[in-house]
């Protein structure tokens, strides 16, 4: 005859139906979703949520004095899925906010800083142009500039990186944007 490792296990209830289980365990299962989480309801939807995996497994749980473990990694697997789980807030509201209107540029200030922009490109030296032009312009990726260019990747990286610098320091490019 073997002795069991866990004397206290030896003593607990073996439930023969999930309902005694539930009737008989309940309130100690809640205590432990209550520890989970703050809101009361919730933690009530956290055991009810843990209380249905173990209906569904029940007839593959082999040692029913260990139920009550089997519930609380359901707990906390329900609650860490829970946290994982992005929250959406909705609110009703009788209108739907609207943001207002961005008034429209003026077009005439718009040209003028497109040809503001286009001058201080053509101050760039060649290659670095040649590079904007391709990346921004063109929209070509760095390594479909690099495959145009001829270069390397980092090449294309570090020339394109400079003449953004030169961009931002062009006095007017910098005269029209304060």
Not at 3 to 14: H, N, Q
Not at 87 to 101: L, T
């Amino acid at each position: 005859m073997t002795t069991p490792v866990c004397t206290s296990a030896s003593t607990a209830a073996v439930f023969p139906t999930f309902s005694s289980y539930v009737r008989a365990r309940g309130p100690v299962l809640l205590r432990a979703a209550r520890s989970m989480s703050p809101n009361p309801n919730d933690a009530e939807d956290l055991l009810q949520t843990a209380l249905t995996k173990t209906y569904v497994a029940w007839d593959r749980i082999e040692d029913h004095r260990a139920l009550d473990g089997y519930v609380r990694r359901a707990l906390i697997n329900t609650r860490t899925s829970q946290w994982r789980k992005r929250k959406v807030e909705e609110f009703a509201v009788d209108e739907i906010p609207e943001p207002d209107p961005l008034p429209a540029p003026d077009p005439a200030e718009l040209q003028g800083l497109r040809d503001a922009m286009w001058r201080a490109v053509m101050r760039l030296p060649a290659r670095q142009r040649a590079m904007v032009v391709l990346r921004y312009y063109e929209d070509l990726s760095e390594a479909q500039t690099a495959e145009v260019m001829e270069v390397s990747i980092g090449t294309v990286k570090s020339a394109v990186s400079r003449a953004l610098a030169k961009l931002r320091d062009d006095p007017e490019l910098a005269m029209l944007s304060s």
